[in-house]
């Protein structure tokens, strides 16, 4: 195995890309899941129910913020 540092740098780029791409896929189930817990509420009549959903949906909005600062970060990273 090539252990020049260009060799180590693309390893480490490519890693930081297939990060990112799973990040992404989180987010965007995430999101979906989000959509689909809000038509959820919109149809619910029990207000228990509605409210329980409603704090899922604040942990999935937190939960979205930081994968996306985690792939800023990433991203960032893979800058230097």
Request: aromatic share 2%; proline share 2%; net charge negative.
């Amino acid at each position: 195995m090539d252990s020049s540092p260009d060799t180590i740098q693309k390893i480490h780029q490519e890693q930081g890309r297939k990060k990112i791409k799973k990040l992404q896929e989180k987010i965007n189930t995430t999101k979906y899941n989000l959509e689909v817990s809000e038509e959820i509420i919109a149809e619910t009549p029990s207000d228990a129910q509605q409210k329980e959903l409603s704090q899922k949906n604040m942990q999935r909005r937190h939960g979205i913020a930081g994968l996306e600062q985690e792939i800023r970060g990433i991203e960032q990273a893979l800058e230097d």
